[in-house]
């Protein structure tokens, strides 16, 4: 079973997430060819540190950097690197803050610079427009497989494909709570557990063009990669369920 926030601790939250969109807000116009994602990670540190917090994923044993910044065919946990970003590659922001006693994670995809392939900015539309249906489905009464059931078909139904084995999950005074948010229905929505006033969760949508099948990265032992080396995306907001409505935090 998941832990329930109360108000109080909902507010700290909502407080982190609002300095955590600041700090994004400045972050994206970093993103753009020539620069190295070492240096994007750099003031990202700064940033929140700026906004009075600390870096979530800093507190992830053995990980030592503020942002993972996958590029391309890399989906998750790519750290900052000196790889330079080039006109038309696609770039993943994934950045956590801890601030008050509480983490919020937040990520987007965009693409580098002014590339005019249509197919990749249909397959990022895609992500964007299926975590706000997911986020619809996160309300007071339903099931985690109704947020489940809408990934799924948001994925799926524009032939791109959920990378099955990675999740959204719960989030509060530790980055990684319960309950596990997966991108598929992976049982009977009755069966998943149900939403309550005081979850907080991360939502995901994380998938990829050609697969689901990962890979890990060799010579890398956190970045894992598409396994036909396909383009992949992630779009993820915290959000909070109260008893009138679901507040997106970040």
């Given at each position: 079973?998941?832990?329930?926030?109360?108000?109080?601790?909902i507010?700290?939250?909502?407080?982190g997430?609002?300095?955590?969109?600041?700090?994004?807000?400045?972050l994206?116009?970093l993103?753009?060819?020539?620069v190295?994602t070492?240096?994007i990670?750099?003031t990202?540190?700064?940033?929140?540190?700026?906004e009075?917090?600390?870096?979530s994923?800093?507190?992830?044993?053995d990980?030592?950097?503020?942002?993972?910044?996958?590029?391309?065919?890399?989906?998750?946990?790519?750290p900052?690197?000196?790889r330079?970003?080039?006109?038309?590659?696609?770039?993943?922001?994934d950045?956590?803050m801890?601030?008050r006693?509480?983490?919020?994670?937040?990520?987007t995809?965009?693409?580098?610079?002014?590339?005019?392939?249509?197919?990749v900015?249909?397959?990022?539309?895609?992500g964007?427009?299926?975590l706000?249906?997911?986020?619809?489905?996160?309300?007071n009464?339903?099931?985690?497989?109704?947020?489940?059931?809408?990934?799924?078909k948001?994925v799926?139904?524009k032939g791109y494909?959920?990378?099955?084995?990675?999740?959204?999950?719960?989030?509060?005074?530790?980055l990684?709570?319960?309950p596990?948010?997966?991108?598929?229905?992976s049982?009977?929505?009755?069966?998943?557990?149900?939403i309550r006033?005081?979850l907080t969760?991360a939502?995901e949508?994380?998938?990829?063009?050609?697969t689901?099948?990962?890979?890990?990265?060799?010579?890398?032992?956190?970045?894992?990669?598409?396994?036909?080396?396909s383009?992949?995306?992630?779009?993820?907001?915290t959000?909070a369920?109260?008893d009138?409505?679901?507040?997106?935090?970040?």
């Open positions: 079973m998941y832990s329930l926030k109360t108000e109080k601790e507010e700290a939250m909502i407080d997430g609002r300095r955590l969109r600041k700090v994004v807000k400045q994206l116009p993103i753009r060819p020539g190295d070492e240096t990670d750099r990202a540190e700064q940033m929140i540190v700026k009075g917090g600390q870096s994923f800093k507190k992830v044993k990980y030592y950097w503020s942002t993972c910044l996958p590029v391309n065919e890399q989906i998750v946990h790519t900052p690197s000196s330079v970003l080039k006109n038309g590659d696609v770039l993943t922001l950045i956590g801890y601030y006693g509480f983490h919020t994670d937040y990520a995809t965009v693409i580098v610079g002014q590339s005019k392939d249509r197919r900015a249909d397959f990022l539309s895609t964007q427009k299926t706000f249906e997911a986020i619809d489905k996160a309300v009464g339903s099931h985690i497989g109704d947020i489940s059931l809408a990934i799924q948001g799926s139904d494909h959920v990378v099955k084995p990675l999740t959204g999950h719960g989030i509060g005074r530790n990684h709570e319960d596990y948010v997966y991108g598929y229905l049982k009977r929505i009755g069966k998943t557990p149900l006033p005081g969760i939502i949508v994380i998938y990829a063009m050609g689901e099948n990962i890979a890990y990265e060799e010579g890398d032992d956190w970045s894992i990669v598409t396994e036909d080396r383009l992949s995306a992630c779009f993820e907001h959000v369920v109260t009138k409505k679901t507040l997106i935090l970040t």
